[in-house]
T-cell receptor
């Protein structure tokens, strides 16, 4: 079946602009995660959605970052007023079992802020 | 909070030789442990996981790992390296009730023919 998809695969934006990154999880997966992968910080957790529960936003690095998940499926990560330090690969993952089940990762969106 | 330590960012191994990647974790409760592999310009793919039960876990592509609670370790091994094993490998930990994964810094594996 189809895996996790993310779009765009690459995004170049100017400092100060807003960007939206999209994630389509595997159908039926109730849990959705966003991570950020950068050279300096490695892989960092950003946010977690589970069903209709309030998201766990504890990993978001600043209030410029926000995310939503509509209809329990597609998720959008928004970064406002982008900064150069936001340049990274943003990975989305979904899971059928948020307790101990594996997370399935998408290919990521490479964001470059110039 | 849970954390993972992977030493040696770059690991070189000869084709046919043993692959050994070390992972030590810190967790306040019994952990769930994972090894993921990342090929260039791709997402992460699960190699294997430990949740409960048998402490020696076998995964895909001939990899296995052993959970040792006394040593807080979850080292990854493969008896004989193939050229196709060249990739970046990440150890990760999560705790029941805390669904995020905490990752190590990764090991970039280079296979020498």
């Amino acid at each position: 079946g189809a895996g996790v998809s993310q779009s765009p695969s690459n995004k170049v934006t100017e400092k100060g602009k807003d960007v939206e990154l999209r994630c389509d999880p595997i159908s039926g997966h109730t849990a959705l995660y966003w991570y950020r992968q950068s050279l300096g910080q490695g892989l960092e957790f950003l946010i977690y959605f589970q069903g209709n529960s309030a998201p766990d936003k504890s990993g978001l690095p600043s209030d410029r970052f926000s995310a939503e998940r509509t209809g329990g499926s597609v998720s959008t990560l928004t970064i406002q007023r982008t900064q150069q330090e936001d340049s990274a690969v943003y990975l989305c993952a979904s899971s059928l079992d948020p307790g101990a089940g594996e997370q399935y990762f998408g290919p990521g969106t490479r964001l470059t802020v110039t | 909070a849970q954390s993972v330590t992977q030493l040696g960012s770059h690991v070189s191994v000869s084709e046919g030789a043993l692959v050994l990647l070390r992972c030590n974790y810190s967790s306040s409760v019994p952990p769930y442990l994972f090894w993921y592999v990342q090929y260039p310009n791709q997402g992460l793919q699960l190699l294997l996981k430990y949740t409960t039960g048998a402490t020696l876990v076998k995964g895909i592509n001939g990899f296995e790992a052993e959970f040792k609670k006394s040593e807080t370790s979850f080292h990854l091994t493969k008896p004989s390296a193939h050229m196709s094993d060249a990739a970046e490998y990440f150890c990760a930990v999560s705790e029941w009730g805390n669904n995020r994964l905490a990752f190590g810094k990764g090991n970039q594996v280079v296979v020498i023919p």
